[in-house]
């Protein structure tokens, strides 16, 4: 069922529950005033019996006679009964039954008593005389009352079977109005496609729900876009990165295969290959671990511990011997002077491998100047800054230098694959951190981890 149908079924239903509320209130407010007004009939019915058969003795010959003139109008089915204390029918010979059973014993409780059974009703009253105590009944049909009540029932009927299906009408008009912009937004929607996530719907003047739809819709469609385009770039440069390996080894194989070559020849190329083919293990090695850190359920071992200090120590003494011209000083800062709170959650192998990737990029952008690591804690977190006096990075190449496989415009001549930092702050990330990039052309780069400390 549509959402128009709903809510045209929802509004009709509440129309439904108005209506049989307020007819309901007012059938029963109608049906009280009808029994209170023939009940008033009958008790002047029985008052006037009392007049005519008790107190003619008593009353003038006008009285009495305008008494009986009013007395032989008889109501429609009317039944009329005076008993006397013992219960002995007098004046009339209408059967006890006649009448709701027990209502005379009733009457020596009460001096008053009304009954309806279906379209009877009765009244019983308690009237003292001077002969003794009298009990008269008096019951009839109100046929004009209940008739009009039915004829209320009708027209109640009526109005609420064409309400509700004015109701529905209406209640689909109206939800058709309201949801129109939501069709708006749908037929665009629609229109967007993998060629063409640079469309948007359109978002209305309004300050409501509908707006806000467009406008969280629009934002999806703006990171499914950035991340389309990171995707291409991505497969665009991890197809460049693995097909320059791969081309460069079956160049050498073809030169080889060419015609027959010297055993020093066979071993250069095949040295030539091993190197190329180690390269390409390496771009996969770090992918690999690119794509398992990416990992939506990627998270740090559960109790691990470490201290940034010793990490630290520890990649520079593998830096060494990757780069062994590369000039590495660590200078540390104000320290917490609890050695404890230097300790942070997290994985050692891991922030090793990240503090290495930037380190090492440092030591090649930096043709062998001297590089300088700092430690230091400003009360909350602890910094670690990488400065380099290398080429730098250009300012149009800062906003896209953490994409994976980018490489700026400046570094193309050196080797790498554009891999290592984009895995580092991903680890740097895992940890609570954060990597902060300040960087000048031909001047250097300056990169700063920031952790925070345990607890």
Not at 302 to 317: I, K, Q
């Amino acid at each position: 069922m549509s959402i128009r149908n709903k809510l045209a079924l929802q509004f009709t239903l509440l129309v439904a529950l108005l209506l049989l509320g307020s007819f309901g209130v007012i059938y029963y407010l109608a049906e009280q005033s009808t029994e209170r007004v023939f009940a008033q009939r009958l008790l002047e019915r029985a008052q006037l019996a009392a007049a005519l058969f008790l107190e003619a003795d008593e009353r003038s010959r006008t009285a009495t006679e305008k008494a009986r003139q009013r007395f032989i109008h008889e109501l429609p089915g009317e039944y009329l009964g005076i008993y006397d204390g013992q219960g002995k029918p007098r004046f009339t010979k209408e059967p006890l039954q006649r009448f709701p059973p027990n209502l005379l014993p009733r009457l020596l409780r009460q001096p008053q008593i009304v009954l309806r059974q279906g379209d009877r009703q009765t009244v019983g009253i308690l009237y003292h005389d001077n002969q003794g105590d009298f009990r008269i009944l008096v019951s009839a049909v109100y046929v004009g009352g209940w008739e009009r009540l039915a004829y209320l029932r009708l027209v109640m009927g009526g109005v609420l079977v064409t309400g509700l299906a004015l109701s529905f009408g209406l209640g689909r008009l109206f939800a058709k109005s309201a949801l129109e912009p939501v069709r708006h937004v749908v037929q665009h929607a629609q229109r967007i496609g993998a060629s063409g996530l640079h469309l948007r719907v359109p978002v209305g003047t309004g300050h409501d729900e509908l707006t806000e739809l467009a406008e969280t819709f629009n934002l999806m469609i703006q990171r499914l876009e950035a991340a389309f385009q990171q995707q291409q770039s991505f497969i665009a440069n991890a197809s460049h990165e693995l097909r320059t390996p791969l081309t460069a080894m079956i160049g050498e194989m073809d030169i080889i295969l060419n015609r027959p070559r010297s055993a020093e020849m066979y071993q250069e190329a095949l040295q030539s290959s091993l190197a190329e083919a180690q390269k390409l293990k390496d771009i996969t090695n770090r992918l690999l671990q690119l794509a398992q850190l990416n990992a939506d359920e990627a998270t740090l071992p559960m109790g691990g511990t470490l201290r940034l200090d010793e990490v630290l120590y520890e990649a520079c003494e593998e830096m060494t011997l990757v780069q062994p011209g590369c000039s590495l000083s660590i200078q540390v800062g104000e320290l917490p002077d609890d050695a404890e709170q230097l300790t942070l959650p997290g994985d050692r192998n891991l922030l090793r491998l990240a503090l290495t990737n930037l380190l090492n990029n440092a030591c090649k952008f930096s043709d062998n100047k001297p590089v300088v690591c700092t430690l230091n804690y400003d009360g909350k977190r602890l910094v670690l800054c990488i400065i380099d006096q290398g080429i730098g990075i250009a300012p149009e190449d800062l906003p896209h230098i953490r994409q994976t496989f980018f490489r700026a415009s400046n570094a193309l001549d050196f080797s790498g694959f554009g891999v290592g930092l984009p895995l580092a702050i991903k680890i740097i990330s895992l940890h609570g951190g954060e990597l902060e990039i300040d960087s000048e052309v031909r001047k250097g780069t300056t990169m700063r981890v920031v952790l925070p400390l345990a607890g």
